[in-house]
């Protein structure tokens, strides 16, 4: 599956942004989609994952109650609504897929990425 994500930019502290991440290639419903992240000098790290069908979802603490992944699986894609975003947010932002809604917050266990997409959070 090829992944493209988009919908990154600059905004405001409190501000809110909305990814995006189109797939092609293999059935899109067949995967688990991920979010993750990655800060200048730091590893990438867990955001957010959504199961097949989008009924089980899950998030890293830093971003409980501010961040949503949702998707559609007949536009083939994957969503991530930021809301009340704080300079830490800032980060090159990717979507990821795999087969497994298991040990997610791994980077490891993810088949597939996406290109990243810059989301700038200024104070």
């Known amino acids: 599956v090829q992944l493209q994500a988009s919908g990154g930019g600059l905004v405001q502290a409190g501000g809110s942004l909305r990814l995006s991440c189109a797939a092609s290639g293999r059935t899109f419903s067949s995967y688990v989609m991920g979010w993750f992240r990655q800060a200048p000098g730091k590893e990438r790290e867990f955001v957010a994952v959504?199961?097949?069908?989008?009924?089980?979802?899950d998030y890293a603490n830093s971003v409980k109650g501010r961040f949503t992944i949702s998707r559609d699986n007949a536009k083939n894609t994957v969503y991530l609504q930021m809301n009340s975003l704080k300079p830490e947010d800032t980060a090159l932002y990717y979507c990821?897929?795999?087969?497994?809604?298991?040990?997610?917050?791994?980077?490891?266990?993810?088949?597939?990425w996406g290109q990243g997409t810059l989301v700038t959070v200024s104070s």
């Open positions: 959504i199961s097949w069908n989008g009924d089980s979802t």
């Open positions: 990821a897929a795999e087969t497994f809604y298991r040990d997610y917050e791994r980077v490891m266990n993810w088949d597939y």
